[in-house]
């Protein structure tokens, strides 16, 4: 997990990452989690900086209003993640909970690639796929549910897998960074080091290699064609490890849904600029942003 100290400028005061034990299970990742939010607090303090709100983000279905998580990798169901907080913490922190993808999709929009911009998407292809959506300048959570762009179905037949969440042909299964691993696993019979090994195989001339990511950039055409005919966005970030590619990921995107459109409008596809920063940075412009409204009174967004 990372997490950090952020001054109400965005500058970050400090940083760090900490390990997430999901194989002791459920109760222990929370500790962990509160562990780590005291022991930040406390540091804070003890350097001199009065802390005035908490932001934790974390994957799953957050309901906002009670501050419960449900997050199938981490083995929480309705989790009171928000109230165990504040209780590690006492009265005095403010606590915001939110998504982990949505909140970096917030700071890409205050301060990353996607700066400027009112109907925007991020999509970082990490372990799954989430999406951030910026819709007429906000940021769209559905109470929770909205973009989950991973699990529309663009794989159909034989070739569709079965996903985590149950269905088959999620656009996850194909074009995730675990799915390019997998998937590339799984026809060669090698065990690769993640996806990041498949694109250097890719970028070497390995077949196999070609293969897989063919059938994840044509799933992934098809998801932001859909997208933008829904949406409109004028941006389109994609983030996660893959984008370290960068132009053997991004062109190949570019070009197909350039030749997909007709009417709609051509979102820019760009890569994200603010990396695995971008949660841990948005947890707490998204906690600041609290504050400053309490104090004025008046929402800034
Ligand atoms: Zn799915």
Known sequence: MKCGLVAADGAVLHRETRTTPRDAGARAVLDALLETVVELSQKAAADGHHVRAVGVVVPGIIDAGHGTVSAENLLWVNTPVRA?????????????????????????????????????????LGTGIAAA????????????????????????????????CGQYGCLETVASAAALARR??????????????????????DADAAIVWAEAQAALIDAL???????????????????GAG???????????????????????????????????????????????????????
């Open 84 to 124: 165990e907080i504040q209780a590690a913490l006492g009265p005095d922190h403010q606590v915001h909970l939110a998504h982990d993808v949505r909140a970096g999709g917030y700071a890409e929009l205050r301060q990353g690639a996607l700066r400027g911009t009112t109907n925007s998407l991020f999509l970082p």
């Open 247 to 301: 132009e053997t990921l991004l062109a190949p995107l570019r070009a197909g849904v350039h030749e997909r459109l007709t009417f709609q409008r051509e979102p820019e596809i760009v890569a994200a600029e603010l990396g695995e920063e971008a949660g841990c940075l948005g947890a707490a412009l998204l906690a600041w942003d609290r504050v400053t409204v309490d104090e004025s009174g008046e929402p800034t967004e």
């Open 184 to 205: 590339y696993g799984a026809r060669t019979g090698r065990v690769v080091d993640g996806a990041r090994e498949v694109l250097e195989l890719l970028a070497d001339g």
């Open 133 to 164: 959506m910026v819709v007429d300048g906000s940021l769209v959570s559905g109470d929770g549910y909205a973009g989950e762009l991973g699990h529309t179905r663009f794989v159909h037949g034989e070739a569709a897998e079965l996903c985590a």
């Open 225 to 243: 064609v859909l997208y933008t005919t829904l949406v409109a966005p004028t941006r389109i970030a994609i983030g996660g490890g893959l984008v």
